[in-house]
């Protein structure tokens, strides 16, 4: 059975979709402790991020490394966390996480309850800071 992640890319479940390329995909996490909270996923399913193949791996963090410059310049922060859990999905997924202080990756602390219109208005502003780093890239 698919996991809810490929669901996700599959279109099966809705999602704040952020940047998307042939193999990877970046979406809003839906229960946020930042505003920008961010995951990056591999399209292909692994369950643990260190069992994928090391070039794909290296691939994810470098699509990670542009979708992370992206939230950076769309939301106030010091700087963008990265965190590994995969305790509740069992798809390979990297956090981002918008940082202004070390309490903001307590992941024990209660989830942001944001409007949708206030996720669609991030992941708006998120990805067209990402398209403009890809045009420049090109
Ligand atoms: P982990 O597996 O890293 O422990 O946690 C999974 C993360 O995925 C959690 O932060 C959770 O909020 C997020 N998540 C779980 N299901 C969904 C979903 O259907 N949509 C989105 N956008 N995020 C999800």
Redesign the pocket.
Known sequence: MST??T??VQGE?P??KLAEDDRFYA???????AKG?A?VIPKQETDYLFDLPPALLGDLFQFAQRVAEAIRRSVPCKRIGV?????????A?I?LVPLNGESDVD?RKP?LKLLPEEMTALAGKISSAYQLNVKREA
């Open positions: 809810i992640f669901k996700i479940i999602s704040y979406f809003l996490d839906i229960n946020p402790l909270h995951l965190v590994v859990l995969g305790l509740e999905v069992p798809h997924h956090h992941f989830k």
